[in-house]
């Protein structure tokens, strides 16, 4: 490095960081020079060179890391020290400044000490050239004596200093090595006899420290003895030689000289080696010049050609990019125009034979005509499922996040499938542990998807034995929460070589499966998409000829209410439960069930506990009995337990296939699956409650669905003649009056034309579509652009509702349209227009908008699944309960009761997102909200909203699934 003060060129475009660098750089005696651009820097580097370059990343047109590449290529420049400067303070960062060539990194934030040391330590690195001159620095060496007697100490000192030495005496051995460490010294002498750390010790120390500190240092060893083993000892601990301290003063003075020149003679041969290996790298760095001008033509060459592929391979990727995304454009307009071609048939099919089927028709032809509509509905589900995976594909599916009880989303799910069990004469068994019992945020719609697929495929597969459907929540760090499902069953089993497509589409176990048992082979597909948009996972294990388990796992959000795990009761604590159930799947979950709630538990087989019984061995407090053993033993054995047990309550188990109750001697009849709370009712007395007698209420008929809105003119604009034909004879046979568009102009003119009550609107029609008819009727103005306009559309993707709403329409029904869901939400639209005075001012427009909204997808999936006594049970229930809490609600309101209203918005939460009723549960989390700030203005204003929205909610539901 020259003696000059270094020069250093600074690459920045901020004029103030240059000059603040400039400042730093003054104040260590340093010059600079700026350029604004790596441009400028490339022209001046054609010049005298710096001593250093500072670069900036961020530069105008040519960043600092290509700059720094065109530095490092050229033969003049890449030997030059370069810092990269930079705005981020990142381990990335760092990493982009290195990886382009820089020496060092320091972010612009550093303090403004760092920059000067990492210049200084990079100047310190270039090689030395004056070999001459640091050769003749060590001819004035520099020696330490460690002795712990200072009279010796500095009789020793005067001799070596009078050699013209600069001598260090030190009287302890920690000391020398502290110095060493940090000091050079051309050679240190030890005393052999020394307290704390001893000769012998001390030379083993110092030689390490040499070692590591690569110097050269001699080591010599003094002593008052001729010990041949203490000098044998010195010199193996590292010491080069040694003097007594008996010798003559002289031969003392000679022996360090001798050791100095040869400190001084190594160190002389080092420079004169290192001269020649400078000549030698001159002369090849001569070659190597000659070598770097014919390369670097074939550098350039082959950098212009890599340039050119760069290029090449950056257009292929964009045109292979435009061509993707063109492909899933094309895809999701293909699964609109698949769906809409598809539906509008089947609206004409489905829509004519149930219009077919309000005839008088013979038994024959009846049947006949029910055999076409549970056809086209089957082809409806088969579309639907087609659809339902190239939505989950195309990621066209919106999770929802609501608070839900996790034990009776599978309760409810157990209950729609157990008729379909009892059908196939197999058993189904809910087994929820205690950690399942409570409340947690997630997508239940989903959820319950996924859970009634895997139950079908089980019953599916199982000719005898059951299926039983196992549940957990397991709580981990954090209070995260897991969902842990098992669908296990006693049926064919799975080849091994079968499971691991089995989650692909269109793929079951073997090709006569199909054949034997139906199904398209997307279920499990779909149910492998939608786990994984829950963040959860899916599997199966599975033995043939013995069963599969299905599990799958999901990630579940705590609620805000902390989980209470359910207790034993008091009043059934220490009574004894005699389970006369046969040896299966029912028995162990039911005894589990029973031990929770307090009970003892005693299982036997029939034989052996009546004779116990008889024997006056055992006297239970409740006998649980199945069916099948009464059917098998007899009625009688019913008698015969009650004329041994008179006070003892006898619980009868039955499959839920509608059969009567049990002989007279049974206090109360159980269906299965077994659930909690019916279970607790029996043993303290009463009837299950979900399958407690009620009457069921006939499905409404066209004319009861018309009288709300008998005589109302409406406006169809359709331009398929089926379609056309189909909703006409709908609506006129519900006493409404029709006038028909064949597009979207001519409803414009007709509604410019008269007044109407209401507008159907298909959406894609020729000339003007649905849309365009839409915004040009709102443009309108007054009554006649405010009219209700209802959208029906066959188009079933993802995203057409909003879209549809953004045009203006108010609501929307797809197609194939159900007769009474379609006449349902005539006849709401047409009352709420009739009393548009006070819902008005109650009613915000999107919750009105959106106050009648079913996931109809999953409510027409239970009713096909479901049988129906079962179901309109539980319909029932629901109906009658909702009813029963909007009316505490109002009378809450009215009281402005706190707590009651957020116990009844809460259930009406959970029980109104298990029947799909989504605009109930957003009006209820948002009166939770607004509870929870104490802000009762709006609690009392949503209050409204929901006593207004929730009936016609419930009438559509009604309707929707009995249709």
């Avoid at 309000?358 to 055999?371: D, F, G, N, V, W």
Wanted: negative net charge; contains cysteine; charged residues 25%.
């Amino acid at each position: 490095m020259s003696t000059e003060a270094p020069h250093l060129l600074i690459v920045e475009d901020s004029p103030t960081q240059a000059l603040q660098m400039e400042i730093t750089l003054a104040a260590q005696g340093w010059t600079a020079e700026v350029c604004a651009t790596a441009e400028d820097a490339l022209e001046k580097l054609n010049g005298a060179l710096p001593d250093a370059l500072l670069v900036d990343y961020h530069l105008p047109r040519m960043s600092g890391d290509e700059f720094i590449r065109r530095v490092r290529l050229n033969v003049r420049t890449r030997q030059l020290p370069i810092i990269m400067l930079t705005d981020e303070v990142t381990a990335e960062a760092e990493f982009r400044g290195i990886e382009s060539g820089a020496d060092a990194y320091v972010p612009k934030s550093a303090d403004s000490d760092l920059l000067p040391a990492r210049i200084n330590a990079l100047l310190k690195r270039r090689p030395r050239a004056d070999f001459h001159a640091s050769a003749q620095a060590l001819r004035q060496c520099r020696l330490m004596i460690v002795d712990d007697s200072p009279t010796f100490l500095e009789f020793l000192r005067g001799i070596l200093e009078e050699e013209g030495h600069d001598v260090v005496p030190l009287l302890s051995g920690k000391d020398a090595l502290e110095r060493a460490e940090t000091e050079s010294f051309d050679c240190i002498i030890v005393d052999l006899n020394m307290p704390e750390i001893d000769g012998v010790e001390l030379c083993g120390r110092l030689d390490g420290v040499r070692r590591r500190r690569e110097e050269l240092f001699q080591i010599v060893m003094l002593t008052a003895s001729d010990s041949k083993t203490d000098l044998m000892r010195g010199l193996e601990a590292g010491a080069d030689d040694y003097v007594t301290k008996a010798n003559d003063i002289e031969i003392i003075k000679a022996r360090i000289r001798a050791l100095l020149r040869r400190k001084l003679l190594h160190e002389e041969n080092l420079r004169i080696s290192m001269e020649f290996r400078a000549k030698e790298r001159e002369l090849e760095r001569a070659h190597e010049d000659k070598r770097l001008v014919e390369a670097r033509a074939a550098l350039a060459d082959a950098l212009e050609k890599t340039n050119r592929e760069l290029t090449q391979a950056q257009v292929e990727l964009t045109r292979a990019k435009d061509q993707a995304e063109a492909a899933n454009r094309a895809k999701s307009e293909f699964l609109a125009n698949m769906s809409h071609e598809l539906r509008t048939p089947m609206n004409g099919i489905i829509g004519m034979n149930t219009l077919l089927l309000t005839t008088a028709l013979t038994p024959e032809q009846r049947h006949s005509a029910e055999l076409v509509g549970s056809s086209a509905k089957l082809l409806l589900s088969l579309l639907n499922d087609i659809l339902d995976i190239s939505k989950l594909e195309a990621n066209q599916v919106t999770l929802e996040h609501i608070e839900f009880d996790v034990a009776k989303l599978f309760e409810e799910t157990a209950l729609l499938m157990a008729p379909k069990a009892a059908e196939h004469g197999i058993e189904l068994v809910l087994d929820i542990d205690p950690s399942a019992r409570r409340t947690a945020v997630s997508d239940p719609t989903r959820i319950r998807q996924v859970v009634l697929n895997l139950i079908g495929n089980a019953i599916k597969f199982t000719a005898k034995g059951g299926v039983t459907v196992s549940v957990a929540v397991h709580e981990g760090a954090g209070g995260v929460l897991t969902l842990d499902t098992q669908v296990i069953d006693t049926g064919i089993g799975i080849p091994p070589d079968a499971v691991n497509r089995l989650f692909e589409k269109f793929v079951q176990a073997d090709s006569s499966v199909s054949r034997r048992f139906g199904g398209t082979g997307l279920g499990l597909a779909i149910c492998r998409e939608t786990v994984g948009l829950l963040g959860g996972r899916i599997g199966v294990e599975s033995t043939v000829g013995a069963g599969s388990t299905f599990w799958f796992t999901i990630a579940l959000t705590a609620a805000e209410e902390a989980a209470v795990h359910p207790a034993p009761l008091p009043d059934l604590a220490g009574k004894l439960a005699l389970l006369l159930v046969p040896e299966g799947i029912v028995r162990a979950p039911l005894a589990r069930e029973l031990s929770r709630l307090g009970l003892r538990v005693r299982v036997e087989e029939t034989d052996d506990g009546m004779a116990e019984i008889a024997a006056g061995l055992l006297s239970p407090d409740i006998v649980l009995l199945d069916l099948g053993v009464v059917a098998e033993a007899g009625a009688g054995v019913a008698q015969r337990l009650r004329g041994m047990l008179p006070r003892a309550r006898l619980i009868m188990l039955r499959s839920m296939t509608g059969v009567a109750a049990g002989p007279a001697a049974i206090n109360a009849t159980l269906d299965k699956p077994v659930l909690r709370q019916d279970l607790i009712a029996v043993l303290r007395g009463g009837q299950p409650v979900t399958v407690a007698e009620k009457p069921v209420p006939a499905p409404p008929t066209g004319a009861v669905v018309a009288l709300a809105g008998e005589g109302a003119r409406i406006l169809l604009a359709e331009d398929n003649y089926v379609n056309q034909q189909v909703a006409l004879h709908m609506l006129t046979g519900a006493g409404h009056r029709v006038d028909i568009a064949n597009h979207g102009g001519e409803a414009v003119a007709a509604l410019e034309a008269r007044d109407y009550d209401l507008v159907l609107m298909d959406v894609q029609m020729p000339v003007v579509d649905g849309l365009e008819a839409t915004r040009r009727i709102r443009a309108l103005g007054g009554p006649r652009g405010g009219i209700p306009i209802i959208a029906m559309t066959a188009n079933a993707m993802t995203g057409v509702e909003a879209e549809y709403r953004a045009a203006g329409m108010d609501d929307y029904i797809s197609k194939p349209v159900e007769y009474q869901e379609f006449l349902a939400k005539v006849r709401a639209w047409l009352d709420r227009r009739r009393a548009a005075g006070a819902a008005a001012a109650l009613a915000e427009p999107a919750v009105t908008v959106e106050a009648s909204d079913l996931d109809l997808t999953t409510v027409r999936q239970l009713r096909e699944m479901m049988g129906a006594a079962a179901f309109e049970r539980l319909l029932g229930q629901f109906l009658d309960n909702s009813r029963a809490r909007l009316d505490r609600i109002g009378k809450a309101l009215e009281a402005m009761d706190k707590a009651a209203l957020g116990r009844d918005v809460h259930d009406m939460i959970s029980t109104s997102g298990g029947f799909g009723c989504k605009a109930l549960v957003r009006l209820g989390r948002d009166m939770e909200q607004a509870l929870r700030e104490g802000d009762m203005e709006t609690v009392a204003r949503l209050g409204a909203q929901l006593r207004s929205v929730a009936p016609a909610t419930w009438d559509r539901l009604a309707v929707a699934i009995r249709a």
